[in-house]
């Protein structure tokens, strides 16, 4: 599955930063920027970051030599930035889930704490530092990275339940904002059973957990596209209005 993986993920990648690339232009181009731009912050990042690890892994061949004896201070560093970027790009969904749910409680009888919610975030920073004991030498290793990546994930996706949850019992169902909260389940619950399945199996499920993950976000951002289509953002929203730019 490794070498499958080692053919497909060109196409893969590829079709992600698209996939992105669009939701970015539909959402620069719609009424609906305003309203969902924190959507907006995240896919600009992602497509930062993708492109500028994509040219230092060029320059380096950083992804090639993350570990081991013959890693380069180029090497390392690329190591660094890439689960940096990989754990700051998991919180920030985890805090979109957040910002989705104060949002969907607008406007309902009890609406849900924003204190509560920021402790929330709070919480799932401290917890990886609690949890799972890391050396900084100077930096944690690897296997910090991927346990906080899965733990905030899982988090999301447990958060996302509770978006659907209050989506669901809205009288004035947002289909706008199920769509986009559907594409960002499918992201965090694929991408945390793929960390769940590597650290639990090894090394040795990497292309298959790396195959699946990569399929479960190019599903996601399809959706955001679909969501945030030309057409599909004209649509009239819930209680008859128009979304106001």
């Known amino acids: 599955m490794n070498h499958v993986y080692e053919v ?20 620069l181009l719609s009424p609906l920027r305003r309203r969902f731009w924190i959507i907006l912050a995240y896919v600009s990042w992602e497509l930062f970051a ?10 380096f061949q950083g992804a090639a030599r993350m570990s081991g004896p013959t890693q380069t201070a180029h090497n390392r560093l690329y190591a660094r930035l890439y689960y940096s970027n990989d754990v700051l790009v998991d919180l920030f969904r985890f805090v979109l889930v957040i910002l989705l749910i104060y949002r969907a409680s607008e406007g309902a009888t009890k609406r849900v ?69 559907a594409g960002l389940g499918v992201v965090v619950t694929g991408t945390a059973i793929a960390y769940g399945v590597q650290i639990l199996a090894g090394q040795g499920a990497f292309g298959t957990m790396s195959f ?8 996601g951002w399809t959706l955001w596209c679909w969501a945030f289509r030309p057409a599909g953002a004209a649509l009239v929203q819930p209680g008859g209005a128009v979304p106001s730019p």
């Open 8 to 27: 497909l993920a060109p196409f893969l990648g590829i079709g992600n930063a698209v996939a992105l690339f669009l939701v970015l232009i539909f959402l």
């Open 113 to 181: 704490s924003g204190r509560a919610l920021a402790g929330l975030v709070v919480l799932m920073i401290v917890l990886p530092f609690v949890l799972f004991h890391p050396t900084f030498n100077p930096f944690p290793k690897p296997p910090w990275f991927n346990s906080t990546s899965e733990l905030l994930n899982f988090g999301a996706a447990i958060m996302n339940l509770m978006l659907w949850a209050t989506l669901i019992a809205s009288r004035n169902r947002d289909t706008k904002l199920l769509m986009v909260s």
């Open 212 to 219: 699946f993950m990569n399929l479960t976000q190019l599903a």
């Open 50 to 59: 993708t492109a500028t690890l994509t040219v230092l892994d060029v320059l």
